[in-house]
């Protein structure tokens, strides 16, 4: 299983809105997108769902941006991947055919609910990566 692309952006430019929410300004799309080397297009299109998803805030003009609509601490990583992808993680579709279908469907969808309830444990705050600090970086896969 991979954690979809647009997913992990999306916590990484979060992740970049965290750092400056106690200074009550907004990011430019344009400072998101090359703190996290991504495109602003890119970046656009993942605001734009994080805004509907209520977890950032945008202002319009010439000293707009964006900033997040919470506390980092009170944004979830679950909150973040279901505004992304939704409330299904992990795929499987229930499939008729075969003895075996119906247990690993149910098997799968535990798999899930599992995630999500680890996700719902991790907040916003533990994705800041600290300037002095080593993230070594992993590719989440599992």
């Avoid at 992808?85 to 279908?101: D, H, I, R, W, Y």
């Amino acid at each position: 299983m991979r954690l979809p692309l647009k997913t992990e952006y999306a916590c990484q430019v979060l992740a970049q809105l965290a750092l400056t929410y106690d200074k009550d300004g907004v990011r430019q799309v344009e400072d998101l997108a090359s703190a996290e080397d991504l495109s602003a297009n890119y970046s656009v299109q993942i605001l734009t769902t994080l805004r509907q998803a209520g977890l950032v805030n945008s202002r319009r003009g010439k000293n707009g941006g964006y900033q997040l609509a919470r506390h980092p601490d009170e944004i979830s990583l679950a909150e973040i991947a279901i505004a992304m992808e939704g409330e299904t993680l992990v795929q499987s579709s229930p499939g008729n055919e075969g003895m075996s279908a119906a247990p690993v469907h149910a098997a799968w969808l535990r798999v899930n609910e599992a995630m999500l309830e680890s996700c719902r444990e991790i907040s916003l705050t533990e994705l800041i990566a600290s300037p002095a600090e080593d993230t070594g970086a992993q590719d989440w896969v599992i």
